[in-house]
């Protein structure tokens, strides 16, 4: 019985972890279906944002900080756009892969050249007692966090779905030609997308950072969308919500209960591992469509 | 076909003739031989059989009971409009495709369910549509991935790269040697296979299903988007493979001059089902052909 | 042109086609190089030697291995580094607990990681691409994560293992200059085999997968044959490369040593190097090897310039990590084929200068 309560908790827990996975993961497949770049350096992002962002804070305040921090990785991402990608149009994804790995080195290095290496805290000034739901105890930061990122959720679904942009987003990605014969302009739409995911780094750094603290680790934790992204199929935006879920809660219960048996750190590879499963036996996701090769 | 390119075709059936005598053999010998593998073909069974062969892709059907015979010697072409399912047919064949149903007959032998490594080792080669040359490898390099089955060499031998591996190296590359010559691309031997033309790419192509010293060749219009003579130099060159070197082809291609040229039989397709089986005359001739046609071009 | 007669030159010209090094500049570069390698270390201080030398040549092998995955068989891991971690503990647990020999531990290394590259490579039969990249870099933490939580390998207590005194029969290896001998020594066996490789069937077979995977299997090429076998070839470099780490440079295995930096890192040295180049593993590897002490050597002049104060440690790592990034995206732009490629731009025109002069 203390068993089962012990695995409501940690599943909810993983959930509103999980949700934060969604988060990260959506913004890789937007960014993706829109650009066709698999970008390796959101976690990077997100740990230049959350730097900059606590770096900023002493100096002007939060919501100035906040402010001055999204006009930053707006410029970060007309950079990356601009010098980066736009050379490399039409390069194999693989290249373009590559590159946000350089990418992703030169904004982690700078960062810390600037704000320096040691772990700053993030306070957002949240309540912190927990909650209890029918003897079920609930962290209320997770809980409060796991709303920011749902509301992030549908907020991302919302623009891409409802507005003009977001639109031509979604038309570039089924087909870029006709997009452009549309007079969608390309360039355009990438530089957007590439604001996109800035935003997406600072609102995941936020969250994180006010949970673990910023630091570099920050970067790896990010990263693991891109497992997440494999579960729920490249291109799938319910996949990647549901198996940022599935990947909360798979590592809560992993940690809980595998986790004392084998010292520790179950989290830091459970969504590797599931990833690897699904490689395996399901190598499309979830919710991708296997593609079939024409010859 | 469009009445206008009547000429035409004439002018590039009377090419094909011409380039055929030019064969090394010379005229009366090519005619000969090809007649006494004329005879010889009908005396034996079929080299392949295909049978009721259906494909589908997700509710796209693509081929729809597909079946024909290509007899040991012979020279058979598959024709049809865009979309007939020519090229679906010679995925089946070489593996790619598992048919949906239908059975393929290799010498007698079921394998229908053969991958196409598999098949490759039955001594089946083919080319493709599109060029899908090894486009970071030279063009000896390349024809010599096509002698591949004949080698052995595997890591240690090759990474020692001493006594047998170094002559089977040195042997196999004199046989590329034979091809290269044979397609005359010596100028161009030692080039990385994406800075030569088109028409030679395709041809380096060719080199390289031969290498193999296929039973049987599938060439994939080989002649697609070339100029006039790099067709007659491509439809000398799979004459000679198929007299010189006693290949059987199947023959996948869009010009129906020179299809009637050097068919010895002709299979036609649309939307995925035969329509027509014969000799190039016969085919030439049928009602449903000729609507088939037609059709598209309207 | 080619071939004036074919009939009398045939063997000759097929011989010249086999040829290592086609070029004159190339075998004078490769002589002067040889020579520098076997003569001018031991005037060389123990800085340059442990601190450069040899670091340099186990990193080349790393990278060679990960170049015949990923520049030979098109293959891209994110993992290599976790399969020098293999090679490390493999190569500590086989010599310090068991005392086999330094040979055999060597190459009992190398099986053990090209064993689990067996394994990590089965995936990329279904699947290539993005999917592959995150099966290998799952591979990374997984493998990194399980050398420290199995008891028996013992890097979970201690982290750290120290290898005991390395003896080679008789011959203890503890200076310098016989770590960095060593090193050459596997160093130059481990080429010239992927040099052989690399031009054989077997290597023509995985450039076939690379450039054209549909067209090589109807050649009756074997994926699973050649993909497995360019995953355990690449894993077996790694773990060579991995307990040299131990046996000539630092004398300890550390599992922190290999996390999923130095993979991108050995990424990183193959694609500035030259993909699908043994010449472009070495000189990816030096030149990333060198890469810090230009960085160092430029911020204390610029800030000498500007008057600042002394640049720290962590501000120096941060530094290499920019130009690092900086470096990978300007070759991927300008120079996709590396270093490697820039060099046979400048021998090609070397002979071809050469080539005219004779005639004329």
Known sequence: MNDLIYGIELTITGLLIGSMYSMVALGFVLIFKASSVFNFAQGAMTLFAALTLVGLIPMVGFWVALLLTVGVMGGVAVFAERAIFRPLVGAEPLVIFVATLGLAFILEGSAQIFWGTQPHGLKLGLPVEPLMIGGVFVSMPDFISALAAAFFVILLVLFFHKTRIGLGLRAIADDHVAAQSMGIQLRKVWTIVWVLAGIVALAAGMLWGARIGVHFAMSLIALKALPVLIIGGIESIPGAIVAGLIVGVAEALGEGFIGPLVGGGVQDIMAYLVALLFLMFRPYGLFGEEMIERV | MRPGSTSADEEADSDAERSLDNAPAGEADAGESRDAISVRRHSEPPILRTEAISLSFGGVRALIDVGFDVLTGEILSIIGPNGAGKTSMANVISGLYRPTSGRIFFKGRDRTAFSPQAVAALGIARTFQNLALFRGLTVIENILVGRHLHMRSGLFAGGIHWGTARREELENRRRVEEIIEFLNLTEFRGRAADTLPYGLQKRVELGRSLAAEPGLLILDEPMAGMNRQEKEDMVRVVVDANVDLETTIILIEHDMSVVMDISDRVVVLDHGEKIAEGDAETVRQDETVIGAYLGQEA | ?360
């Open chain 3, 1 to 360: 042109m080619a071939l004036p007669d074919a009939r009398t030159q045939l063997p000759q010209v097929l011989q010249r086609d086999m040829r290592y090094l086609p070029g004159s500049l190339d075998r004078l570069a490769l002589f002067l190089l040889v020579g520098f390698f076997l003569l001018v270390p031991p005037f060389l201080g123990d800085y340059w030697l442990k601190g450069i030398l040899v670091p340099m040549l186990i990193l080349s092998i790393a990278a060679l291995g990960l170049n015949v995955l990923t520049g030979y068989a098109g293959l891209i891991s994110l993992g290599q580094a976790a399969f020098m971690a293999i090679g490390a503990f493999a190569g500590v647990i086989a010599y310090g607990r068991y005392g086999i020999p330094i040979p055999l531990t060597l190459l009992l290394a190398g099986l053990t990681a090209a064993l689990v590259g067996a394994v990590v490579g089965t995936p990329s039969l279904r699947i290539k691409g993005l999917y592959l990249l995150v099966a290998t870099l799952a591979a990374q933490f997984i493998i990194v994560w399980t050398i420290q939580r199995v008891p028996w390998i013992g890097a979970a207590s201690m982290v750290t293992i120290n290898t005991p005194p390395v003896f080679i029969g008789a011959w203890e290896i503890d200076t310098a200059l016989e770590q960095y001998y060593f090193s050459l020594a596997v160093a130059a066996v481990l080429t010239l085999f992927a040099w052989n490789l690399t031009r054989s069937r077997v290597g023509r077979a995985w450039m076939a997968i690379r450039d054209h995977d549909v067209a090589a299997r109807v050649m009756g090429i074997s994926m699973l044959r050649y993909k497995l076998l360019a995953f355990m070839v690449s894993a077996f470099y790694g773990g060579i490369a991995g307990a040299l780490v131990v046996f000539a440079w630092v004398g300890a295995a550390n599992v922190q040593e290999y996390e999923l930096e130095l993979s991108i890192q050995l990424l990183g040295m193959i694609i500035i190097g030259g993909l699908g180049s043994i010449l472009g593993s070495y000189l990816g590897a030096a030149f990333i090897a060198l890469l810090p002490i230009a960085i160092s050597i430029g911020m204390h002049n610029l800030y000498g310039i500007v008057g600042g104060e002394i640049v720290s440690a962590a501000v120096l790592a941060n530094a290499e990590h920019v130009v690092f990034g900086v470096l990978i995206v300007l070759f991927l732009i300008f120079e996709p084929l590396g270093l490697a490629h820039i060099w046979r731009r400048f021998s090609s025109r070397f002979e071809f200068r050469l080539g005219s002069a004779v005639r004329t």
